[in-house]
């Protein structure tokens, strides 16, 4: 009973409001964090995890995922913590700015932002230090016209990666890489390298999904025997960028990665 307390308590502080004031969309840095939201039409995200223990995802719309339990994460989630709480840039990861905003608990949020996606972790405290994490990704989506997958030849991605350990809350960042083959099976190889512990300082094992699949609708996806997975989308009109959430043992995260020109 008192889980189920503590989830209902949780839910309810992060289920933010949709709208935003003029005044908050002149605000600066964010401006760029505020148009990716305006045009976003895809939110994705990981399971749920509250003190390690999985919240299974039941499912994400056009502007917010839905976790079993009444978890919530809005598109403007990330827009309502960067508002309300310090936040500062804490890195520049493969070409992307790596922003982490904190609460007297520690931190809260923690990614980045490109010019038509975006990626985070969250974490939320509750009562009696009950914490919650799960990581999101979201941008705009096309798939007509010039943004059609190409049907021959190659493409490369780099940009960043942050993470979450589901148990500790510890943060990670990294490096992401991926290559994208097109044809009549396309595939993408993702890699995440250079994954560090901030908290420790201790490096993380690479992370790898190589062969993951590419619909026609231009999602990404491959999964692995042990529940781990990646999951994400070709973002913006010429599909300039990746962005998507992924789970890997006790690590949860996000990443966004640009074409490579």
Do not use: K, N, Q
């Given at each position: 009973m008192r889980i189920t307390s503590a989830v209902s308590a949780i839910a309810l502080s992060i289920v933010l409001s949709a709208c935003s004031t003029s005044q908050e969309l002149a605000i600066d840095p964010l401006s760029g964090l505020y148009k990716v939201v305006a045009r976003t039409n895809s939110v994705k995200a990981t399971n749920f995890y509250l003190n390690g223990t999985q919240i299974p995802l039941e499912g994400c719309g056009r502007f917010a995922c839905t976790a079993s339990g009444g978890f919530q994460g809005s598109l403007t989630t990330p827009v309502n913590i960067l508002l309300n709480?310090?936040?500062?840039?804490?890195?520049?990861?493969?070409?992307?700015?790596?922003?982490?905003?904190?609460?007297?608990?520690?931190?809260?949020?923690?990614?980045?932002?490109?010019?038509?996606?975006?990626?985070?972790?969250?974490?939320a405290v509750g009562r009696n230090d009950v914490e919650l994490v799960y990581a999101q990704s979201l941008g705009r989506l096309h798939r007509e016209g010039s943004a059609v997958l190409p049907v021959e030849g190659s493409a490369s991605y780099h940009g960043a990666m942050v993470g979450s350990n589901i148990k500790t809350s510890d943060p990670y960042t990294g490096k992401s890489t991926m290559t994208a083959s097109f044809g009549q099976t396309p595939t993408i190889d993702i890699h995440f390298t250079g994954i560090m512990n901030l908290r420790t300082g201790d490096a993380h094992d690479d992370i790898s999904y190589v062969g993951a699949s590419i619909s026609e609708r231009k999602g990404i996806w491959a999964s692995n025997s042990d529940g781990g997975y990646v999951n994400g989308e070709f973002m913006g009109a010429a599909n300039e960028e990746v962005a998507g959430v992924f789970e890997h043992g006790e690590l949860i995260g996000a990443f966004g990665a640009k074409r490579a020109e």
């Open positions: 709480l310090e936040h500062e840039t804490d890195a520049e990861i493969g070409g992307v700015e790596i922003v982490t905003a904190s609460s007297p608990e520690d931190w809260a949020l923690f990614g980045g932002w490109m010019t038509h996606s975006a990626f985070f972790v969250h974490r």
